[in-house]
């Protein structure tokens, strides 16, 4: 089984101040895990994938993300914040396989104030 | 230009009367999914398909029916619609092959049943 918890609904920073997103993964094998973002009335958009080379994972629009293995653990960080990076974003992971099934936190809402 | 195409984006309808969404994509690729997005809840996904004329049940596939008949397209069948299925409808798809990769999705249908 899978399951992907991320803590906090919604984070406000300031404009230029640090985003941090916090994702937490349970999986009884090595996962996929995958930071997703939605823009108002849009799809998904895939930020970033993390597929078991480097632990420390970039993405598009400055985004990063380190694979914790030991805190089960994909925080997604970004070290200066623009307005127009508010958005919902999602972590997911998935195990592979004979399948994809892919399994989603319940997303985070990020305000960006001036 | 590669994308996921939903039809139709908006419905509204009433309980009992038959629906299909349709999904479509010009990328050859092999695995397609289906999801549905509520508030505080994320993404859940429905059904997903592997290939033509395969298909598995996701976590929320009680009230819906998917066929894979064309490797391009995925509708999604609600055959006797309910208000509990009221909901923004996303399609996605992805390459395919051993491990999961990139989900692409399309614009989302926003249901709504009376």
């Known amino acids: 089984a899978q399951s992907v918890t991320q803590l906090g609904s919604h984070v406000s920073v300031s404009e230029g101040a640090l985003v941090l997103l916090r994702c937490n993964y349970s999986?009884?094998?090595?996962?996929?895990l995958f930071w997703y973002v939605q823009y108002p009335n849009q799809g998904l958009q895939l930020l970033l994938k993390?597929?078991?080379?480097?632990?420390l994972v970039k993405g598009i629009n400055g985004f990063e993300a380190e694979f914790k293995k030991s805190e089960t653990s994909f925080h997604l960080t970004k070290p200066s914040a623009h307005m127009s990076d508010a958005a919902e974003y999602f972590c997911?992971?998935?195990?592979?396989?004979?399948?994809?099934?892919?399994?989603f936190g319940k997303g985070t809402l990020l305000t960006v104030n001036p | 230009e590669a994308q996921v195409t939903q039809n139709p984006r908006y419905l509204i309808t009433v309980t009992g009367k038959k629906l299909t969404v349709t999904c479509s994509q010009n990328?050859?690729?092999?695995?397609m999914s289906w999801y549905r997005q509520d508030p505080g809840l994320g993404l859940r996904q429905i059904y997903y398909?592997?290939?033509?004329?395969?298909?598995d049940k996701g976590d929320v596939p009680e009230g819906y029916k998917v066929s894979r008949k064309e490797k391009r397209n995925f509708p999604l069948i609600l055959e006797s619609p309910s208000p509990n299925q009221t909901s923004l409808y996303f399609c996605?798809?992805?390459?395919?092959?051993?491990?999961?990769?990139?989900?692409?999705f399309g614009p989302g249908t926003r249901l709504t049943v009376l």
């Open positions: 996605a798809s992805s390459p395919g092959g051993s491990l999961p990769d990139t989900q692409y």
């Open positions: 999986s009884s094998v090595p996962p996929y």
């Open positions: 993390y597929t078991s080379a480097a632990t």
């Open positions: 997911a992971v998935s195990v592979g396989g004979s399948n994809y099934k892919l399994t």
């Open positions: 990328m050859n690729h092999e695995y």
């Open positions: 398909s592997m290939n033509v004329e395969v298909t």
